[in-house]
Every structure is written in C-alpha cells, then in structure tokens.
C-alpha cells in the first residue's frame, strides 16, 4: 500500500491565521481525500483533492476555508484559513488506489487553535 | 438515519474470546465495507475490506457481508489485549462519476480484559 507523509504533524496556531498541511504519497495515486476528525468523534470528510482541477467539497465545507491543492497524483495540500478554536481537530489525508485496494491514511495533523 | 451505524459500546471482552463488532448501512446501493482500527492517537490503520456477500477472513479476523440486510460485521478470533482500539465500519457507495469516497460510522471502543 502506499506510503503517506503527513506535515506537520501538530501544531498551535493563533486565531484569525492559516495553517497548510502536506500530505506527499510515495506513489502516484487516483484518489486523494482530505477528513476531519474532531475529538472523540469520527472522520467526516471535506473534500476530494481533484489533480488538476478544484477539488469537490462535502456539505458543510467550503473552498475559501478550506482550499486545496493537488498539482500532482503524489501530493496535496489543505489550508485551513482564518483559524477559530472550533477548527481544533485532527486533519487527516487519505489516498485510494483503485477498487480492489484499501484506503490509507496519513499520520493525521493535530491542529489546536488558541 | 445516519447513513453508516456501529454500537458505540464500550464493549469488553476477556482476553482469548471473540469479539463481535457490528455495522449497518442505508443505502442500498453500497458496493465496497472496510473496517478499520485507529488506536488512541493514532490515525486509522485498515483491517480489512469486504465486497461480496459471505465471509472474509484474514488471519484472527473475519469480516462477513449480508447486503439483503445490509449489515456488515467483524470477528477477532483469539481476543488480545493489543487489540484494544477505536474500529471504525466505513463504506463505499461506487456510481457513475462518484469519487468513491468512504463514509465512516461513529465507531465501536473495544476494551480487551487481561
């Protein structure tokens, strides 16, 4: 299965900043995905990073939150803009290789806002 | 009806026994069910995936599909504390231009007892 590195891994950022998170696959991959994961909760997802074109976001996110970049099959980013403390939570990246393989994910970002 | 239901729990199971993990799904059209294991902490780490009806096994752990009753599960055989984790149902619905992303249940907490 594909390799996922996930920066950074945590971080505490002021309000009212941006934070972006990496997410580099050590393969070329067709799908790439972005989810949120807010604490004892499960993932929900924010969008589909789309390579070439503007990624597709899930009800409830939107791009000037949340932009993404996928300029490649192999990486991706996501900005989270204008940071408040609701968006404290674990950032995480996952890629699909095709209908016969899982889904991997990265090693998750721990985001805190103060 | 939220689209993917697991039990929360906690469920506890002595060390050695079975553990019995249950999912169920709403849409019909559900194709592909992946179980996954996310440790405290941790990001998920994928057990197992599942497409046709029956079961699947893969070492302690067995995933069974009923589409009629769309109701997916996952057996531990031989129960260890190390499996003590957060497992994670997830599914995916493939149709025509969907990017077949995974949708997640809230998760069952399984506590195996020493």
């Known amino acids: 299965s594909a390799v996922i590195s996930q920066k950074p891994s945590r971080d505490i950022c002021q309000r009212g900043t941006s934070l972006t998170i990496q997410c580099q696959v050590d393969?070329?991959?067709?799908?790439m995905f972005w989810y949120r994961q807010q604490p004892g909760q499960s993932l929900t997802l924010i969008a589909t990073?789309?390579?070439?074109?503007?990624?597709?976001?899930e009800s409830g996110f939107v791009i000037d939150k949340f932009p993404i970049s996928r300029p490649n099959l192999t990486f991706s980013t996501l900005t989270v803009s204008n940071m408040s403390p609701e968006d404290s939570s674990i950032y995480l990246c996952?890629?699909?290789?095709?209908?016969?393989?899982?889904?991997?994910f990265g090693s998750g970002t721990r985001l805190t806002v103060v | 009806q939220k689209e993917v239901e697991q039990n929360s729990g906690p469920l506890s199971v002595p060390e050695g026994a079975i553990a019995s993990l249950n999912c169920t799904y709403s849409?019909?059209?559900?194709?592909?069910f992946f179980w996954y294991r996310q440790y405290s902490g941790k990001s998920p780490e994928l057990i197992m995936f599942?497409?046709?009806?029956g079961d699947k096994e893969d070492g302690r752990f067995t995933a069974q599909l009923n589409k009629a009753s769309q109701y997916v599960s996952l057996l531990i055989r031989d129960s260890q504390p190390s499996d003590s984790a957060t497992y994670l149902c997830?599914?995916?619905?493939?149709?025509?231009?969907?990017?077949?992303?995974?949708?997640f249940g809230s998760g069952t907490q399984l506590t195996v007892l020493p």
């Open positions: 997830a599914v995916r619905l493939e149709a025509s231009g969907s990017a077949r992303q995974l949708t």
């Open positions: 599942i497409y046709s009806n």
């Open positions: 990073a789309n390579q070439g074109s503007e990624a597709t976001y």
């Open positions: 996952s890629v699909g290789q095709g209908v016969n393989y899982g889904y991997t």
């Open positions: 393969s070329q991959v067709t799908m």
């Open positions: 849409d019909r059209g559900s194709q592909s």
